[in-house]
């Protein structure tokens, strides 16, 4: 498992979700701290393609063990692609969660919702 | 003591796990069928071949002594409540006796065909009558049905007769009230019987938060399900209080009786206030588990709730002319949620939780709650001395049939969580608690001994425990990697979850 | 102190005082006068044990049992023979006692025999995806039409009159608590009739359940009754009698998603109706939407073979008001009766156990009908139950059978009153050919001398 990180440049909802923007699409996964505190994660059930997202909703459920868990969108729009690896090697989102283990790329309906998450400082701060 | 019990593969882990399936031969076999002993008609006729089976079940073929063996030898690689203490919170694993299982095999209970003419099936009947007057008294509720398959059957019972109780007087509620300490099937059992879940938060004693509650119960609320004592083995104080909010508000109570053990000719669910009780026969009363059921899971209810009733019900009909009295099945009963079941529910443990209490008595039952309080108390007390600061109990000092510890500050200091704990009692020989449950706890492990364990027997659990916390103040990998002596080791559950095998490739 | 504990005065004495409290009263401190007892229960005293047995076989002796008369009764629950070997290793304390295996390392036992039960019915259904069992049948079929609520959300349940009656009624019980409507479609010539079923399915459709053989013994076409679905977003459901899928095709193969059934046939005795068990097979697909205990394979830290509950995730303890049930208990016990029973049956067995009982429900409907006053009431394929209609009032038919020994099946006329005359006769390997020559003589002369009462009495 990865060692504890929180890539700058990327923006943060407090759920523990992270976004990747670029232009009008963006790209969403959860943090380490959140695929830390679900521990190994053996199922994810994506979302499908052409659904909408909203922002502070879930959009799709990461299951450990013995637990279950929502993702929550950073920011809204509509899904137009699901990391479809992520069916057979879930575990991806434990060992890689920024990058291969990225959920959901959305054609995001509302750039300004992007000013209401955190960035890197912001987001660690409310974990201390 | 650790090393012994920590080196070395016993015959039972040097033997790999072979299914049923991968023993015997082509050609073996158990079974002897019948001859033919009615004319051979063409069974293409009889059966076309469009209907037909083209290819058997590839079920194993092997010989009687073979298949002996093998269960035999799979049922040694089970722990079990005959052989060893078995303090699994909330589930009230007492002593099974043998005579339950001696009465249940009698012909005329084990051979009765639930389709019976009532006439013909009259001792059944009287049987189960003569349970549901017990079970009523001992509930302090006029009315039951015994036909829930379990407890978690009984709540969605429950849960439907509110429903049905709401409806016959013109009223549409949409939310139920569940404790954060509930059982998870009290929620579960709520969106199947089409409500909503509130949930109410627990006060700082262990008890239902009253303010919350207050906040929480209004018109729209049809019913509240709580166990009490609950699951973190408290005596909610505020309960007549409570049963004032809930039927302030015209909703019913429920009561969730996973916890009854505690309270046997104490105190009864309906004398507290609540209109349905379930019973987990299985629990309170000693039905043997076996390895995950059958269960049964009876209800007791007030009068307003009696029209709703599940059909059918019994009748005792009293004889005429020093006739003895007839027990009959009365299904015409126009304002019944219906049948929730085949038959009249699982009349086998019906016959063992009768014997139980025929044993028992009045006073037998009443002494078995005292004694299972006695014994947690005691248990807890024991530990506290033991065991101390890293292993407290999460609510007060006394408890009532069960309590529940918390490990965080254990895995705070000695590195080893509650899962840990409970695998090294693995190598002691007994059934760790219940883990992780209630949620509301931190590393919790609930513990309930029951009445039916010796004094000595919760000495050596909680020398047990003590010997486990010692032994990780200088090793806490030991615990870490525990259990060492059992037929198999930590299992990885990850594993099973993402690529699931659930049958045997044939 | 009862006998089932062990507390001495000494022992008393010594708990109380590390608890640290004078007495068990004050153990009870906590419960508010209001709600004490302060009374002792109104229940009998208690009872020696031999004492207890003996008023639990008086009790015994006052049913009449399937050791005690020569019975044709069945209609969800057979007298099959139920191997020695079962009842020893029933009650074996391994299997007998433990709880649900939250432990797998000490129930490697219990799990592994999750693990054959569910590839036992896999075989059987010809379907992929088994659980460990749930309560029993008739709430198995209600089960498996919440299964298609979840997965689908549609409304509307389309049931054939053909599933037992106990099953429909459980079945309306539950859908009204979630909300939906279950629509009853008719019989015709003894099955399913094929234009109601397939005009009754739509897109509300969220389910479509018959039975296999219906509950009048007959034998449908399960592969046009899951056809008539298949344009359809409806969950095929099929409840099953386990026996005759020795020989009939399986629902695997007929394009039906779930296959539940009462699992008393395989290994489990009657009584009275309970415990038994039910099973519940599914498609790949509802994997993650099945209810209940499922055991699967994994290995140890060491690489050894091993069992655990998996899939977890699904249940009422971890998903709580989103599991997929409320189930909790399975009925772990009986469903090993019920994987016991299929090993011991075996492959060979198990068909000709089918083709027995085939032959000898052929021999028996001819036999009967044969008799004045007894025609069938369809003429389908039977394989193990048949239903005839009789020109005389049924129950008092049963009542003049039964004072020679003889129940020769079950009224229908309460369940359908169609068929007033209706009475369903089953068969099982215990009914040889000369206990269903016995039935003919006796069935035949009640039925005529029930007539012979009614001309006189007209």
Same mark, same amino acid.
């Given at each position: 498992?990865?060692?504890?990180?929180?890539?700058?440049?990327?923006?943060?909802?407090?759920?523990?979700?992270?976004?990747?923007?670029?232009?009008?699409?963006?790209?969403?996964?959860?943090?380490?701290?959140?695929?830390?505190?679900?521990?190994?994660?053996?199922?994810? +059930?994506?979302?499908?393609?052409?659904?909408?997202?909203?922002?502070?909703?879930?959009?799709? +459920?990461?299951?450990?063990?013995?637990?279950?868990?929502?993702?929550?969108?950073? =920011?809204?729009?509509?899904?137009?692609?699901?990391?479809?690896?992520?069916?057979?090697?879930?575990?991806?989102?434990?060992?890689?969660?920024?990058?291969? &283990?990225?959920?959901?790329?959305?054609?995001?309906?509302?750039?300004?919702?992007?000013?209401?998450?955190?960035?890197?400082?912001?987001?660690?701060?409310?974990?201390? | 003591?650790?090393?012994?019990?920590?080196?070395?593969?016993?015959?039972?882990?040097?033997?790999? /796990?072979?299914?049923?399936?991968?023993?015997?031969?082509?050609?073996?076999?158990?079974?002897?069928?019948?001859?033919?002993?009615?004319?051979?008609?063409?069974?293409?006729?009889?059966?076309?071949?469009?209907?037909?089976?083209?290819?058997?079940?590839?079920?194993?073929? $092997?010989?009687?002594?073979?298949?002996?063996?093998?269960?035999?030898?799979?049922?040694?690689?089970?722990?079990?409540?005959?052989?060893?203490?078995?303090?699994?919170?909330?589930?009230?694993?007492?002593?099974?006796?043998?005579?339950?299982?001696?009465?249940?095999?009698?012909?005329?209970?084990?051979?009765?065909?639930?389709?019976?003419?009532?006439?013909?099936?009259?001792?059944? =009947?009287?049987?189960?009558?003569?349970?549901?007057?017990?079970?009523?008294?001992?509930?302090?509720?006029?009315?039951?049905?015994?036909?829930?398959?379990?407890?978690?059957?009984?709540?969605?019972?429950?849960?439907?007769?509110?429903?049905?109780?709401?409806?016959?007087? &013109?009223?549409?509620?949409?939310?139920?009230?569940?404790?954060?300490?509930?059982?998870?099937?009290?929620?579960?059992?709520?969106?199947?019987?089409?409500?909503?879940?509130?949930?109410?938060?627990?006060?700082?004693?262990?008890?239902?938060?009253?303010?919350?509650?207050?906040?929480?119960?209004?018109?729209?609320?049809?019913?509240?399900?709580?166990?009490?004592?609950?699951?973190?083995?408290?005596?909610?104080?505020?309960?007549? !209080?409570?049963?004032?909010?809930?039927?302030?508000?015209?909703?019913?109570?429920?009561?969730?009786?996973?916890?009854?053990?505690?309270?046997?000719?104490?105190?009864?669910?309906?004398?507290?206030?609540?209109?349905?009780?379930?019973?987990?026969?299985?629990?309170?009363?000693?039905?043997?588990?076996?390895?995950?059921?059958?269960? %049964?899971?009876? $209800?007791?209810?007030?009068?307003?709730?009696?029209?709703?009733?599940?059909?059918?019900?019994?009748?005792?009909?009293?004889? %005429?002319?020093?006739?003895?009295?007839?027990?009959?099945?009365?299904?015409?009963?126009?304002?019944?949620?219906?049948?929730?079941?085949?038959?009249?529910?699982?009349?086998?443990?019906?016959?063992?939780?009768?014997?139980?209490?025929?044993?028992?008595?009045?006073?037998?039952?009443?002494?078995?709650?005292?004694?299972?309080?006695?014994?947690?108390?005691?248990?807890?007390?024991?530990?506290?001395?033991?065991?101390? /600061?890293?292993?407290?109990?999460?609510?007060?000092?006394?408890?009532?049939?069960?309590?529940?510890?918390?490990?965080?500050?254990?895995?705070?200091?000695?590195?080893?969580?509650?899962?840990?704990?409970?695998?090294?009692?693995?190598?002691?020989?007994?059934?760790?608690?219940?883990?992780?449950?209630? =949620?509301?706890?931190?590393?919790?492990?609930?513990?309930?001994?029951?009445?039916?364990?010796?004094?000595?027997?919760?000495?050596?659990?909680?020398?047990?425990?003590?010997?486990?916390?010692?032994?990780?103040?200088?090793?806490?990998?030991?615990?870490?990697?525990?259990?060492?002596?059992?037929?198999?080791?930590?299992?990885?559950?990850?594993?099973?979850?993402?690529?699931?095998?659930?049958?045997?490739?044939? | 102190?009862?006998?089932?504990?062990?507390?001495?005065?000494?022992?008393?004495?010594?708990?109380?005082?590390?608890?640290?409290?004078?007495?068990?009263?004050?153990?009870?401190?906590?419960?508010?006068?209001?709600?004490?007892?302060?009374?002792?229960?109104?229940?009998?005293? &208690?009872?020696?044990?031999?004492?207890?047995?003996?008023?639990?076989?008086?009790?015994?002796?006052?049913?009449?049992?399937?050791?005690?008369?020569?019975?044709?009764?069945?209609?969800?629950?057979?007298?099959?023979?139920?191997?020695?070997?079962?009842?020893?290793?029933?009650?074996?304390?391994?299997?007998?006692?433990?709880?649900?295996?939250?432990?797998?390392?000490?129930?490697?036992?219990?799990?592994?025999?999750?693990?054959?039960?569910?590839?036992?019915?896999?075989?059987?259904?010809?379907?992929?995806?088994?659980?460990?069992?749930?309560?029993?049948?008739?709430?198995?079929?209600?089960?498996?039409?919440?299964?298609?609520?979840?997965?689908?959300?549609?409304?509307?349940?389309?049931?054939?009159?053909?599933?037992?009656?106990?099953?429909?009624?459980? =079945?309306?019980?539950?859908?009204?608590?979630?909300?939906?409507?279950?629509?009853?479609?008719?019989?015709?010539?003894?099955?399913?009739?094929?234009?109601?079923?397939?005009?009754?399915?739509?897109?509300?459709?969220?389910?479509? $359940?018959?039975?296999?053989?219906?509950?009048?013994?007959?034998?449908?076409?399960?592969?046009?009754?899951?056809?008539?679905?298949?344009?359809?977003?409806?969950?095929?459901?099929?409840?099953?009698?386990?026996?005759?899928?020795? $020989?009939?095709?399986?629902?695997?193969?007929?394009?039906?998603?779930?296959?539940?059934?009462?699992?008393?046939?395989?290994?489990?005795?009657?009584?009275?109706? &309970?415990? %038994?068990?039910?099973?519940?097979?599914?498609? !790949?697909?509802?994997?993650?939407?099945?209810?209940?205990?499922?055991?699967?394979?994994?290995?140890?830290?060491?690489?050894?073979?091993?069992?655990?509950?998996?899939?977890?995730?699904?249940?009422?303890?971890?998903?709580?008001?989103?599991?997929?049930?409320?189930?909790?208990?399975?009925?772990?016990?009986?469903?090993?009766?019920?994987?016991?029973?299929?090993?011991?049956?075996?492959?060979?067995?198990?068909? +000709?156990?089918?083709?027995?009982?085939?032959?000898?429900?052929?021999?028996?409907?001819?036999?009967?009908?044969?008799?004045?006053?007894?025609?069938?009431?369809?003429?389908?394929?039977?394989?193990?139950?048949?239903?005839?209609?009789?020109?005389?009032?049924?129950?008092?038919?049963?009542?003049?059978?039964?004072?020679?020994?003889?129940?020769?099946?079950?009224?229908?006329?309460?369940?359908?009153?169609?068929?007033?005359?209706?009475?369903?006769?089953?068969?099982?390997?215990?009914?040889?050919?000369?206990?269903?020559?016995?039935?003919?003589?006796?069935?035949?002369?009640?039925?005529?001398?029930?007539?012979?009462?009614?001309?006189?009495?007209?």
């Amino acid at each position: 498992m990865a060692d504890a990180s929180y890539p700058d440049g990327l923006l943060y909802h407090p759920e523990h979700d992270w976004a990747r923007v670029e232009g009008d699409v963006a790209t969403f996964g959860i943090t380490w701290y959140a695929q830390d505190s679900l521990g190994e994660v053996v199922f994810f +059930e994506p979302p499908e393609v052409g659904t909408q997202t909203k922002q502070g909703e879930p959009y799709a +459920e990461v299951e450990s063990v013995k637990a279950v868990s929502d993702v929550i969108a950073p =920011l809204s729009g509509e899904i137009v692609e699901v990391n479809a690896g992520l069916g057979d090697k879930p575990e991806v989102i434990n060992e890689d969660p920024y990058g291969e &283990g990225w959920m959901v790329k959305v054609k995001l309906s509302d750039a300004g919702e992007a000013d209401g998450l955190l960035d890197q400082a912001a987001y660690t701060a409310t974990l201390s | 003591m650790s090393e012994a019990l920590t080196t070395g593969a016993s015959p039972l882990q040097r033997e790999q /796990a072979v299914t049923v399936f991968e023993k015997g031969a082509p050609g073996r076999r158990a079974f002897a069928c019948p001859e033919l002993d009615v004319p051979e008609a063409d069974p293409a006729a009889l059966l076309p071949a469009g209907l037909r089976r083209s290819e058997p079940a590839r079920l194993p073929e $092997i010989s009687e002594p073979e298949l002996v063996r093998h269960y035999v030898r799979l049922s040694k690689r089970n722990f079990d409540l005959d052989s060893g203490f078995y303090p699994l919170g909330s589930c009230t694993m007492k002593h099974n006796p043998r005579l339950h299982e001696r009465v249940a095999a009698l012909p005329g209970h084990a051979r009765l065909h639930p389709l019976q003419d009532p006439d013909r099936a009259q001792g059944a =009947l009287e049987l189960m009558w003569r349970l549901e007057r017990s079970l009523s008294e001992i509930a302090g509720l006029p009315h039951v049905s015994l036909q829930p398959s379990a407890g978690s059957h009984g709540e969605l019972a429950g849960v439907l007769l509110t429903r049905a109780y709401h409806e016959d007087r &013109g009223e549409t509620r949409h939310k139920v009230l569940t404790p954060d300490t509930a059982h998870g099937t009290n929620p579960a059992t709520v969106t199947m019987a089409g409500y909503e879940v509130v949930k109410v938060g627990t006060n700082a004693d262990g008890g239902v938060d009253i303010d919350d509650l207050r906040a929480k119960a209004d018109e729209d609320v049809a019913c509240l399900m709580l166990t009490n004592p609950n699951t973190l083995g408290i005596f909610d104080q505020n309960i007549e !209080e409570i049963a004032r909010i809930v039927h302030g508000v015209g909703a019913t109570l429920y009561y969730d009786g996973a916890n009854l053990n505690a309270v046997m000719g104490r105190s009864r669910p309906g004398d507290m206030g609540f209109d349905i009780v379930h019973f987990n026969l299985h629990k309170s009363f000693t039905q043997p588990h076996g390895g995950g059921g059958p269960g %049964s899971g009876p $209800i007791a209810v007030s009068d307003r709730m009696e029209p709703y009733l599940m059909k059918p019900v019994i009748r005792r009909v009293q004889g %005429s002319n020093g006739h003895a009295p007839r027990f009959e099945l009365d299904h015409d009963r126009p304002k019944s949620i219906g049948r929730l079941r085949g038959f009249q529910g699982n009349y086998g443990t019906f016959v063992r939780a009768y014997a139980y209490i025929r044993s028992l008595g009045a006073e037998g039952l009443q002494d078995a709650s005292e004694t299972a309080v006695l014994n947690a108390n005691y248990l807890l007390a024991r530990l506290r001395a033991l065991v101390g /600061a890293e292993l407290p109990a999460a609510f007060g000092t006394l408890c009532m049939h069960e309590f529940v510890l918390s490990g965080a500050p254990m895995k705070k200091e000695l590195g080893i969580r509650t899962l840990d704990l409970a695998k090294r009692l693995l190598d002691h020989g007994f059934h760790p608690p219940t883990v992780y449950f209630p =949620l509301l706890v931190d590393e919790a492990m609930l513990i309930e001994p029951t009445e039916t364990e010796t004094k000595e027997t919760l000495d050596a659990f909680a020398e047990a425990v003590a010997a486990i916390v010692a032994e990780a103040r200088e090793d806490p990998a030991i615990a870490r990697n525990a259990p060492y002596t059992t037929p198999v080791r930590r299992l990885d559950e990850a594993g099973a979850a993402k690529r699931p095998v659930i049958r045997q490739p044939l | 102190m009862s006998t089932y504990t062990a507390t001495t005065p000494q022992d008393l004495e010594t708990m109380l005082a590390e608890i640290g409290v004078a007495s068990i009263d004050e153990l009870f401190a906590a419960l508010p006068e209001g709600v004490r007892l302060g009374r002792p229960l109104d229940l009998p005293a &208690g009872l020696p044990e031999q004492d207890v047995y003996a008023h639990l076989r008086e009790l015994a002796e006052r049913n009449v049992s399937a050791e005690d008369e020569l019975t044709f009764l069945g209609a969800g629950m057979y007298d099959h023979y139920v191997p020695a070997l079962i009842d020893m290793l029933m009650s074996r304390s391994e299997f007998l006692t433990p709880y649900t295996p939250y432990q797998p390392e000490i129930s490697q036992g219990g799990l592994q025999v999750m693990f054959e039960y569910q590839t036992a019915i896999s075989e059987l259904t010809a379907l992929p995806v088994s659980n460990a069992s749930v309560y029993e049948g008739p709430s198995a079929v209600a089960s498996a039409a919440y299964l298609a609520k979840l997965a689908n959300g549609r409304r509307k349940v389309v049931v054939s009159r053909g599933v037992h009656p106990h099953s429909r009624e459980t =079945l309306l019980t539950y859908a009204h608590g979630y909300g939906a409507e279950v629509v009853e479609v008719g019989l015709k010539d003894g099955v399913t009739d094929a234009e109601a079923w397939a005009a009754a399915i739509d897109d509300d459709t969220g389910a479509v $359940i018959f039975q296999q053989p219906n509950f009048l013994g007959a034998v449908e076409d399960a592969a046009a009754l899951a056809e008539a679905a298949k344009g359809s977003s409806a969950v095929v459901v099929g409840a099953y009698d386990p026996i005759p899928l020795g $020989i009939l095709r399986p629902p695997g193969e007929c394009g039906v998603d779930v296959a539940v059934g009462e699992g008393q046939p395989l290994g489990n005795r009657l009584d009275f109706g &309970g415990p %038994s068990f039910g099973f519940f097979a599914a498609t !790949e697909a509802y994997l993650r939407r099945m209810p209940g205990r499922i055991a699967g394979e994994t290995t140890d830290v060491d690489g050894r073979r091993g069992f655990v509950l998996t899939l977890q995730t699904r249940e009422q303890h971890i998903r709580r008001e989103k599991a997929t049930s409320n189930i909790c208990t399975a009925q772990a016990l009986n469903a090993l009766a019920g994987v016991v029973y299929l090993a011991w049956l075996g492959r060979r067995g198990l068909v +000709e156990l089918g083709e027995l009982l085939l032959q000898r429900t052929h021999y028996a409907r001819e036999r009967l009908t044969a008799l004045d006053g007894v025609e069938a009431l369809h003429d389908q394929p039977v394989v193990r139950e048949f239903a005839l209609s009789l020109d005389a009032d049924v129950r008092r038919v049963i009542e003049r059978c039964q004072d020679h020994g003889v129940n020769p099946g079950y009224a229908l006329g309460d369940d359908y009153p169609e068929h007033p005359g209706g009475l369903l006769v089953a068969l099982t390997e215990q009914r040889s050919r000369a206990d269903i020559d016995r039935l003919a003589d006796v069935l035949g002369a009640a039925v005529a001398a029930e007539r012979t009462t009614a001309q006189v009495t007209a």
